[in-house]
């Protein structure tokens, strides 16, 4: 006969307790608390997800393509840490908001809705606070947030988890990750598919113990790392020729040649068929296993046997009509995009050095062209030349702030500038400044709108052009075309030469369909390929107007007789030639 009082005892335990042991890894507690589609959760299906589950590593980076499972183990894990340590509080950050809602709406709340674990009885018998952006459970709490930078300020954390990092506004990371200061546990935990090399998710992988998920070979016991290369991809009827799979069109499928329903991933190096599924022949190994101070996984396609070759090639087709290659690499392949056209490559800028490091003589009658980005170091660029095309940059020059305005009058006072740009933003007092000590010829330039240059005139005075506005794409794309075809020289570089390199490569041309190309910077030290566009763009905003200075040499003139004590006939004469007016 059963007892009524230990079965409402037992029923008590249930509602108020999770299965739960100090011994019990995050996974198991997952296994043993949750559910899936109404049946006990397990990593059948992705064993692999098992050890990024179980790793609470502080520092950690985890690259994912599409279609692997892996935010369906992020929010888990989340609600699974909260639940399980009293008190806690965790952030999960999504990179915009569109992205929170989505995420908070489909993904997270229905979990914490459905799986009794979260819900458990309390002893005071108060209902846990619940919405979009804030869920408790227990005594602990779950903040999501489309990182905005009130939350960023707000919020203390123990954990903070990162969801799409390379779509994420890489300074807000950091402050978020700042709110760790006062907490013991400090985990910051990454997750993302990559986009560009060295960037984002990529860049943290790197620097870590970088994990990889080894298959043995059943027939010959060598340990791969599969990938959708040769010598791990047989496709019936391929070509022997055909040295990169990601080379196969419509055109080698329309032959009929391929057999793409019996292509099979197999050992690298006795070419027998590997079982990507049974999890007893797959371990995560490190790569760099004495990083121990940073925790890095690779998920790869063929990290399990759900996506085969057949799947990679439809998917490598679709993208290819789309002539997006880039989202392929991405989310397919789940691996950091390299093209061509995507980064300035070393090669490319080498060419445009000269050998002469220091600053060439001065010549007094060639046109002379300024370009500033500005901050709390300014950088500023020198060229001279007719056209971009010619463009013979001969400074590059690091100045504070406060001493950008003589600098750029002892400049004025030397050369022959006719025009120039800086950036208007966030140091606009300054650039107004240097509109001013100019007499028009350097231009505030503020990055807005899809077209391509657009003059903005005084509201008093519409003979006066106070400040231009130029799409970003463009002026940046024109620095890397004069690059790319050794058009531009650069000389009196000094020791900067490694440093002007590496500005030039900190950013990446993101090509995406869906949208306007845009520059993405990687590191943010991307001054002086800013400055260069500045310099380009005060060049094109002197094309772009009607009217040319009829003797490029009268500004000059004018300069050199007292840049800071010109009587109002002159400076109208200048202002006049400059906006174009006859």
Known sequence: MTNSHLKELHSRL???????????????????????????????RYPFQRAIADDLHPN???IKPSQVGLSEIQIRKALAF???????????????????????????????????????????????????????????????????EGDATSISADVVFNDEVDLADQQMLALFNSRLQNSDWKINQRFSTPTFNNFGVDQGYIASDQMEYLCKCDACNHWNLPTFTRPFVDIPGLPEDLEFLHEIDESLIDTGRLDLVNSQVVCERCHAPL??????????????????????????????DRLGPDYIIAQLLKYKARDYMRGWYNTVLGEAFTGDNARLSDTDINMCFTARSMTPLVDRDEPTWIGIDVGQVCHLTVGQGDSIETMHVIQFRTVPVEDIITVVQELLATYNVIGGAVDRHPYTPTADALWEVSQGRILPVEYRGQKDLNLIKDELDPEIIRYAQANRTYLIDNVARVVRLHRIR??????????????????????????????????GNDHYFHALAFLVGGVKLKEYQEGKFSDPRTTVNVGLTNI???????????????????
């Open 60 to 62: 950690m980076d985890v």
């Open 14 to 44: 249930q509602n108020r307790y999770s299965i739960d042991s100090i011994e019990m890894s995050m996974g198991e507690w997952l296994c043993q608390n949750t559910t899936l589609r109404g049946r006990p959760f397990s990593f059948k």
């Open 275 to 304: 079982d990507l599924g049974r999890e007893e022949n797959r371990e995560w190994v490190a790569t760099y296993p004495s990083r121990t101070h940073a925790r890095g996984y690779r998920v790869r396609p063929f990290s399990t």
């Open 564 to 582: 800071t004590g010109l009587n109002d006939s002159l400076f109208a004469i200048n202002r006049k030639a400059y906006s174009g007016i006859n």
């Open 490 to 523: 650069f000389s009196g570089y000094g020791q900067q030469k490694s440093a002007i390199t590496e500005h030039l490569k900190d950013m990446v041309r993101d090509e995406n369909p869906e949208k306007p190309a845009t520059w993405v910077k990687l590191n």
């Open 82 to 148: 909260v639940a399980r340590n009293r008190g806690t509080t965790l952030i999960f950050t999504m990179p915009n908001e569109k992205m929170f809602e989505r995420m908070s709406t489909t993904r997270i709340l229905p979990v914490v809705k459905e799986e009794k674990v979260f819900n458990l009885e309390t002893r005071s018998g108060e209902r846990p606070v619940r919405s979009k952006g804030l869920i408790q459970v227990g005594s602990s709490f779950l903040y999501v947030t489309g990182m905005t």
